[in-house]
């Protein structure tokens, strides 16, 4: 406590600072050495693992390096996730219908490219040709979003970031 005048002041509030919920680490200065020289850093207890100041784990900007090094592995993840989305804008998937009369061709991102039926299938009318396209195009849309998926789950596990959740 402080007293000032006809009051006692407590010391977090003598130059405005105000107590914060979570315990503050107390601040030093580095050592009479730098004192002496006229550059006084204030660093927190725990100091740098080489003993310097502003390096990685303590300091006054400790955690400045940390954080810029995130920010560049973001901007490399953001790079590598365009350059898959071109990838997969690219590439092409094919599946048939379960009895081979209908070819459907979609690309990475699940858009359809094109639908080849047979002619025999086409004789047969209607309801034989929609049956056996959309099992076509179902079964080239699965193949297609499990080639994006496991493109997906092998980028971010190159970052070091948690695996994205598997579809029903």
Known sequence: MFVSGAFQVPRERRWGVARVARPRRALRLRDAQRRH??????E???ESKDGKA???GGGLFGGLGNLMDA?????????????LQEELKNTEVEATSSDGRVRAVVSGQQVPIRVEVSDELIAEGNPAVSDAVTEAVRNAHVKSAELMRQQLAD????????QPPKQP
């Open 155 to 162: 980028l971010t596990q190159s970052y070091g970031l948690p």
């Open 71 to 83: 920010m560049k592995k973001a901007q490399e993840f953001s790079k590598s996730a365009q350059a």
């Open 44 to 46: 927190a207890n725990g």
């Open 37 to 42: 020289s006229g550059v006084s850093i204030l």
């Open 54 to 56: 502003g390096g990685k």
